[in-house]
């Protein structure tokens, strides 16, 4: 594992058959750097797959969890939380051609995942985020466990009585050929 800006990969040229990402790209400051970088470090004829969440509004857990940050962290913190779904298929496809990636494809993928109870599960997952960690920061633990059942109470409708919930989480896959 190699820590590095997205911008400055520190391999040589064409060293990977292969790259991935995964839920990172609608995250780096620069994303045609990042491309550009990428299809340097990948050989002609190598593959590059990444992938981003979809558009918040297809994900419940998401959609409870923005209104949540919205609610206990304030406005500017859910106008960051939209950060995470910016990798539209539009953004995304045009960075990679214009990194000189071909046979660029993206589509969206739906997967239903099983989560534990939400009670603890949900304050514990928005304490693993930058946005929980705001929350944390600016009001206190007890305003980010307030966040945290709010995301729960949120998705009280797709609960079992078990407190555990299957939800639909939707993602954009990239692929491209160097």
């Known amino acids: 594992f190699t820590v590095a800006p997205a911008e400055t990969l520190p391999f040589e040229d064409a060293a990977f058959d292969a790259v991935v990402c995964q839920q990172g790209v609608q995250f780096f400051p620069d994303l045609d750097a990042a491309f550009a970088e990428t299809a340097r470090v990948t050989r002609p004829g190598g593959r590059f797959a990444a992938t981003a969440w979809a558009a918040r509004e297809l994900i419940p857990y ?11 962290g304030g406005k500017e913190l859910a106008e960051d939380y939209e950060g995470a779904f910016s990798g539209t298929p539009e953004r995304l496809s045009a960075a990679m051609l214009g990194a000189g990636f071909h046979d660029v494809a993206v589509r969206r993928i739906t997967f239903d995942i099983p989560l534990p109870p939400l009670d603890a599960y949900a304050p514990g997952q928005l304490s693993s985020t930058s946005w929980g960690q705001a929350i944390a920061g600016t009001a ?36 491209g050929i160097r």
């Not at 980010?144 to 993602?171: M, N, S």
């Open 62 to 72: 998401f959609v409870a969890q923005y209104e949540a940050v919205g609610e206990h």
């Open 140 to 175: 206190g633990e007890d305003a980010l466990l307030r966040a945290g059942r709010a995301v729960h109470t949120r998705l009280a409708g797709h609960t079992a009585p078990d407190g555990t919930a299957i939800l639909p989480f939707t993602a954009n896959l990239l692929t």
